[in-house]
């Protein structure tokens, strides 16, 4: 790439909130989003359980895990974010944790499938109003050179909620019943919200921005929506985040799965490799692009774009890699059986998540400060219906029409072909780097 340098952007230190007082929100942000990913994420674990209780299919969980959460979830996303750019955010977020929490617990009392698809959807409503919101807050609370270091501490949220979701889940699902996880799982939730509502801060809208934003109000919806689908730069950032979504979330909600059936291994085990390994490698390689991608953006900021497509690169194979080898001759750590595949996954997990905070910081660039919440709505719609919506549920279907060739190993080879969807994003990606490049300046 040639030398293009990021935009001079003004910092009006008088507007901006104390660093103590941002990075103190930041955290709760934080907290926040890993719950909203433990309740998202915890069906993962539950799947086998849950599946022999209702005797159900791979489809049917698939519908539960992936597309009936993900429709709620997009329908009410880009109003809830169009309602975060007029309101004060932090409270919405608060409340919204709230809702989407109690409805976690709600989960643990269903008696049948049904009322337990029912109640997911109480979980994917009140988390519609969380994401959105809380990456607008974050673009307020610190300058552009700042913020994929920001946006991508703020992303460590999914990692968390694998690590102690799919952990502890697992966890207190084999010692008490997959009833019991549902319910402790939506208490931490509870005590975010309270935090955040009462010790997090409402940032000014536009402050590092050169202007003083009070909400969208004069902007119709029509008119975001437009222009955003107008920008060529939103749309294959867009296309390139629901693919790696749609990839991400089919893997990642079949995984635990993946290890039972395949590798042999007990729930309790699985889900503590899954949450333990996945969620460490995540977060290292979250804080990493951060790191990288605010370092070389100085020089070229369409290393923005730069930084998800060499992530993304790396972790094809290696993904490939650990579905794919075989089993036996696992490694004996303590009580603990370890699959030699995980140390595929191992480095998988930490290139695969070099996309999620670079995009965001690249989309937090070229919309205006007034729409974020909105825009980004727009994005984690997409990025929810395609990716949270049809990857578990395509993953299902596929293991379930394979089961004749493969038997046991059909999820192994559904997983595996869900894969492809990454080098299509680096397709995206890379058709990206002219138009951003441009939208930016």
């Known amino acids: 790439m040639t030398t293009i340098p990021a935009p001079a952007i003004p910092e009006p230190a008088a507007l901006a909130p104390a660093a103590n007082r941002r990075h103190i929100t930041l955290l709760m942000l934080l907290f926040v989003y890993a719950m909203s990913l433990i309740d998202r994420q915890i069906m993962g674990v539950l799947i086998e359980p849950v599946k022999a209780e209702f005797g159900v299919s791979d489809t049917a969980m698939g519908l539960l895990t992936g597309l009936a959460f993900a429709l709620v979830y997009s329908v009410l996303a880009v109003p809830f974010g169009r309602y975060a750019d007029q309101a004060n955010r932090r409270n919405f977020i608060a409340w919204c944790c709230a809702a989407w929490s109690a409805m976690t617990a709600v989960c643990g009392l269903a008696g049948s499938y049904w009322q337990l698809a029912f109640a997911r959807v109480g979980v994917a409503v009140g988390e519609a109003g969380g994401t959105a919101p809380s990456l607008s807050m974050i673009s307020d609370l610190y300058p ?98 629901l693919l790696l979504g749609f990839a991400g979330y089919g893997i990642g909600i079949w995984n635990t799965a993946f290890l039972v059936r395949s590798h042999g291994l007990t729930l309790q085990n699985a889900g503590a490799l899954v949450g333990v390994t996945g969620g460490v490698a995540a977060i290292i390689g979250a804080l990493g692009s951060g790191w990288l991608c605010d370092r070389l953006a100085r020089r070229d900021i369409r290393w923005h774009l730069g930084v998800p497509i060499v992530g993304t690169l790396l972790a094809l194979p290696l993904g490939l890699a650990y579905l794919m080898y075989p089993a036996g001759d696992p490694w004996q750590l303590g009580g603990f059986l370890v699959p030699r595949a995980m140390a595929f996954s191992l480095l998988f997990s930490i290139f695969a998540v070099w996309w999620a905070a670079p995009s965001l910081t690249a989309l937090s660039t070229i919309i205006p400060a007034d729409r974020r919440a909105t825009v980004i709505a727009v994005y984690n719609l997409m990025l929810t219906a395609v990716g949270g919506g049809l990857g578990p549920l395509t993953v299902g279907m596929l293991s379930d029409g394979l089961s004749g060739a493969h038997g046991v190993h059909a999820l192994r080879w559904a997983m595996a072909a869900v894969m492809f969807a990454f080098l299509l994003a680096v397709l995206a990606f890379a058709s990206a780097l002219k138009p951003y490049r441009a939208a930016a300046s």
């Open 144 to 241: 552009a050179r700042q913020r994929a270091r920001a946006m991508s501490v703020f992303m460590l949220g999914p990692h968390l909620g694998t690590l102690v979701g799919l952990g502890l889940g697992s966890w207190i699902a084999h010692h008490y019943g997959w009833r019991s996880a549902f319910i402790w799982m939506g208490i931490p939730g509870i005590v975010a919200a309270l935090l955040l509502r009462f010790g997090g801060i409402e940032p000014l809208r536009g402050a590092y921005d050169g202007v003083r934003q009070a909400g969208a109000a004069a902007v119709s919806m029509r008119q975001i929506l437009r222009g955003a689908l107008a920008d060529r730069a939103f749309v294959r950032i867009c296309l390139a985040g």
